[in-house]
């Protein structure tokens, strides 16, 4: 058994507490937008005095990063979720790209906030790329997605290369972001739409 150095301990408390003020921004800034948050309403959400909150973050400005930085390692992160080889790779990606969904119905409001125009002074970049580029945003997204095609996926089962395949994918799943009228029957029946247009197009 590991034992925790109250340097870890502390460490640890330190992440917890920054965590739940994230969350807490999350809130203030779907709500209030990015512009008119400030760092008083921030600190209010978050439980803390505005001047205590300069011990985990220095601005509303790193705030509102850490925030973007939270949602993308979020996103990221179901990319590295089990997967069932069992199951054909539609299944597969069914269940990939459906939890990604739900992940982004969960947070819908700072998705907005971060992806829309509301707020085009916020920071949204990630690696040196904005987050409101379509184009970077399809990116970073076939780069995760070719890497789990990669891991998950046998030859036989693609007839392209997985950044090709990943690349295609990722705009069927971009294309459909911006259509909420698709949505109405879940996530599951969402993710199943995405993957059958992706693997077998539009002709029967």
Known sequence: ?????PA???????EHARH?????????????GYTAATLADLALAAGYAAPSLYRYFGSKEE???????????????????????SRSLAERLETLLASQRSLAASRQEIF?????????????????RSL??????????????????????SRRELRQAPEVAARAIAGV???????????????????????????????P
């Open 1 to 5: 058994m590991a034992i925790r150095t």
């Open 8 to 14: 870890v301990r502390r460490e640890r408390a330190r």
């Open 20 to 32: 739940d003020i994230l969350e807490a921004a999350a809130q203030v800034f779907a709500r209030k």
């Open 63 to 85: 705030i509102f990063r850490s925030l973007v930085e939270l949602l993308v390692a979020e996103m990221s992160a179901t990319f590295d979720e089990p997967v069932d080889r």
């Open 112 to 128: 907005d906030l971060v992806l829309g125009n509301a707020a085009p002074d916020a920071p949204c970049s990630v690696q040196g």
């Open 132 to 153: 409101r580029d379509p184009g970077a945003g399809i990116a970073i997204y076939a780069e995760n997605l070719a890497a789990w095609l990669a891991r998950n996926a």
């Open 173 to 203: 799943v971009f294309a459909f972001h911006h259509h909420p009228e698709t949505d109405g029957a879940g996530a599951a029946d969402r993710a199943r739409l995405v993957v059958d247009l992706a693997l077998h197009g539009v002709s």
